[in-house]
Nanobody, 119 residues
Framework: GQLVESGGGLVQPGGSLRLSCAASGFTFSNYDMSWHRQAAGKERELVAHITSSGDITNYAEFVKGRFTISRDNMKNMVYLQMSSLNPDDTAVYYC?????????????WGQGTQVTVSA
């Protein structure tokens, strides 16, 4: 399986970005999807999570009300709409896929996309 993120870039404080993650090589609709981020010198942290059907979403406290995770199981895509960005949101953003079946976990990670929030 493969995950490919896109949509990162440089944005001014207060601005918005939409990240996309394209999945291939596995049954996307079976997998819960998440967005994580890792800032320079810091550990990777969970940003948002969405269940396989898309009916339940969860967010880290530091993005609640600003970020929205969504998915399109017909297109094998997951998105992260980010608004009211601030410099603390600067990080590499990764999407991940996770599924438990047949007595084991299956997990995939993308290569990441850089988001820089700066004036």
């Amino acid at each position: 399986g493969q995950l490919v993120e896109s949509g990162g870039g440089l944005v001014q404080p207060g601005g918005s970005l939409r990240l996309s993650c394209a999945a291939s090589g596995f049954t996307f609709s079976n997998y819960d999807m998440s967005w994580h981020r890792q800032a320079a010198g810091k550990e990777r942290e969970l940003v948002a999570h969405i269940t396989s059907s898309g009916d339940i979403t969860n967010y880290a406290e530091f993005v609640k009300g600003r970020f929205t995770i969504s998915r399109d199981n017909m297109k094998n895509m997951v998105y992260l709409q980010m608004s009211s960005l601030n410099p603390d949101d600067t990080a590499v953003y990764y999407c991940s896929a996770r599924y438990y079946g047949g007595g084991r976990w299956s997990m995939y990670w993308g290569q990441g996309t850089q988001v820089t929030v700066s004036a």
